[in-house]
RNA sequence: UGCCUGAUGGUGUAAUGGUAGCACAGGUGACUUUGACUCACCCAGUCAUGGUUCGAAUCCAUGUCGGGCAGCCA
């Protein structure tokens, strides 16, 4: 990695990133083997993208922003008994989040409603399926682009998948087994056990041909019969014993409805799909590093007219205190621990948004994790250092009371309201300021007083002094409680003369709290998100739902400094000393904000309890 | 007990036979109208054992430990 900061716009300059998969790709263009880098993120639509996926689409996007390249979005989408519509949706929307403004310029997209046409290379008949160059902008999301283009996806292969099927047969590599689904599992043997041979693999390939026409013609029920590859049932590997290609499945498909009900596997199809797209570079985790051999054979079975794509394996990211698996994700969703994918707590791509993550905060952490083959856990301090590294220099200062204590300056008259410039952003270049109203009663925060003060407390504490930020030192003169013992109100002195301007401006106590005025303030929600796992590693013993953080949100109903009241979804704020908030892009309403807390500043203190 | 794959500070990575570097975390201090930011300093590593070489994190051998592979999922 190199020590310039990592390039996440669209403007800046190429990053000099290094990883053994870009070395692959540099070579491969220094050698001049292929005219254009293409690469292609394809996930299956059957739940919503995750940070590992980001991780992903960063890699592929980033080397084809690299290399003058592009990469194609294709729905991986050969098993509709998993997947839907909602999904395609989802991560579209994710997808054009994502890379907008940084990689768009590479987007590949085909043309609505096209297929691989057909055509003659090299004397051979042969399938293509170009990208379009769509609109610049998001293209995904407005329904004027989606008519000028739209994501790839494997259920539009469908007819020439099959032809290769049926060519396959042709030439003596596939054939139709009648085994059960029990009975092929049987026969496939173990990793340290050969397999051994179908009793249908030598049928003739005029019967073979008559019945997969027939399977494709609705003949059999599902299970019945599969198409497999005729290869070697005693390989080591697993994945060579005959694999199926094609299977029975009586199932509408989100796409292609009721046309077919013999859909292709994932081997069959992936290496097909990206041979159809020209792809270069097809790029995947490690568990599917035993299915490169196959990948590679059927590719050579079909002797194919045009370059073939190759595959490579990098390992996917796992982050601490986080799980990242779509399936075990769907289960929080689905047995209510979180309110729905886009939970503000989930790891997924829209959670994430929620929360108030930018999506250059998120690219700037997954690529600076870097590409390897090692099977790692990331610190979660990262990822959070990375989110703060980016809102830092953009977020809008304001003052927030989260659990607000009532002070009232008995020194200043009721209706009386001194105006204060609080700067809007100390890391811009020439800050600009607001005024916030200073009135005799005021809210400070619950955790920035303490009666009994712990070693080497700074804030507020009976008798002591500490600074109302923008405002004046105070000093505390009394602590009113309630007939329940509770404190009801602090009673304190303002010294007027340390406000800016006076003439005690430079006078330095070692507290600094946030505050806002009791007259001049809004309410508003404001959800306080925690880590959902209480644990590391929450599937180290595969229970993760055991290990699920009961305190992982905590809602409260804050005061917020009038200005607030004016906020957008799409601006990023620091609530002064507390940490990085934005409004809720779903739940919040004019007159009704909603706010979410993205992270926490980092706090150096730690007190001792 | 088969095959594939990997191992560099606490964590994530860089160094492609030639000075083991960066980031995060942690620690100490400076600064501070955010206990933030920033700055300075500190901390701490090549899985083990052999071999090749003038020279090995890098090449070779053996071992150890980790991950993956037996869906008609992707």
């Known amino acids: 990695m190199s020590v310039e900061p990592i390039d996440t716009s669209a403007t800046a300059a190429t990053p000099s990133l290094s990883d053994f998969i870009r070395s692959i790709v540099a070579h491969d263009v220094a050698e001049k083997r292929y005219a254009k880098i293409v690469t292609r993120f394809p996930p299956e639509p059957n739940g919503y993208l995750h940070i590992g996926h980001a991780k992903s689409i960063c890699l592929n996007f980033g080397i084809a922003r690299e290399n003058d390249g592009r990469c194609n ?8 008994a998993k997947e839907d519509l909602e999904y395609v949706d989802a991560i579209t929307t994710d997808v054009n989040w994502l890379i907008a403004g940084w990689a768009d310029q590479c987007l590949g997209l085909k043309a609505p409603g096209s297929t691989p046409a057909a055509l003659t290379t090299n004397g051979k008949t042969d399938f293509h399926l170009d990208a379009v ?83 494709k013609g609705r003949e059999f029920p599902d299970g019945a019969r599969s198409l497999r590859a005729k290869i070697d049932n005693t390989s080591s590997n697993m994945w060579l014993r005959d694999p199926l290609l094609y299977r029975i499945r009586h199932t509408a498909h989100h796409h292609t409805g009721d046309t077919w009900c013999i859909y292709p596997l994932y081997d069959f199809a992936h290496c097909l799909s990206d041979y159809l797209e020209g792809i270069t570079h097809s790029i995947c985790t490690l568990e599917f590093d035993a299915h490169r051999a196959l990948y590679d054979w059927t590719l050579a079975s079909l002797d194919l007219p045009r370059a073939v794509p190759h595959q490579y394996e990098f390992a996917k990211l796992n982050l601490g205190y986080t799980i990242v698996s779509k ?28 929360r108030g993550i930018p999506a250059s905060a998120l690219r700037r952490f997954v690529i600076g994790v870097g590409v390897t083959k090692f099977d790692s856990v990331t610190d979660v301090a990262v990822f959070d250092h990375a989110v703060r590294e980016e809102l830092n220099p953009t977020a809008l200062r304001r003052l927030a009371v989260l659990k607000p204590i009532k002070l009232t300056l008995t020194n200043i008259a009721p209706g009386e309201v001194l105006e204060c410039d609080a700067t809007n952003n100390p890391q811009d270049e020439a800050p600009t300021t607001r005024k916030v109203a200073l009135t005799r009663e005021v809210y400070i925060d619950h955790d920035d007083f303490a009666e009994v003060p712990p070693p080497k407390y700074f804030r507020l504490k009976p008798g002591g002094e500490v600074r109302l930020k923008y405002a004046c030192i105070i000093t505390c003169d009394e602590v009113v409680k309630d007939a329940a013992g509770l404190i009801s109100e602090l009673r304190c002195t303002a010294d007027l003369t340390t406000r ?110």
């Open 133 to 215: 160059q769509p609109a610049a902008g998001n293209v995904l999301l407005s329904t004027e682009s989606a008519r000028r283009a739209e994501p790839f996806s494997a259920s539009s292969y469908f007819d020439q998948l099959y032809l290769y099927a049926v060519e396959l047969i042709k030439r003596g590599k596939a054939f139709v087994c009648d085994l059960s689904p029990a009975d092929t599992e049987a026969y496939r043997g173990a990793p340290d056990r050969p397999g051994k041979d179908s009793p249908f693999r030598e049928r003739s390939i005029a019967e073979n041909l008559d019945l997969f026409e027939r399977m």
């Open 73 to 80: 979005l294709r729905f991986d989408d050969t098993n509709p």
């Open 327 to 354: 399936r075990k994700l769907l289960q929080l969703v689905q047995d209510k621990f979180v309110t729905g994918w886009d939970d503000p707590r989930m790891p997924t791509i829209s959670g994430l948004r929620r």
């Open 500 to 609: 800016s301007g006076g003439p005690n401006v430079d006078r330095k106590v070692k507290g600094t709290v946030h505050w806002v005025s009791a007259s001049h303030c809004i309410e508003a929600e404001v959800r306080l998100y925690d880590r959902l796992f209480t644990i590391p590693e929450p599937d180290a013993d595969g229970e993760f739902k055991k290990h699920v953080n009961p305190h992982s949100l905590e809602v409260v109903t804050a005061k917020l400094e009038a200005s607030l009241a004016g906020a957008t979804a799409d601006q990023r704020y620091q609530f002064e000393r507390l940490g990085y908030f934005a409004l809720d892009s779903k739940d919040s309403a004019a007159g009704r904000l909603i706010f979410n807390r993205t992270i926490t500043l980092k706090d150096a203190w730690v007190p001792k309890k």
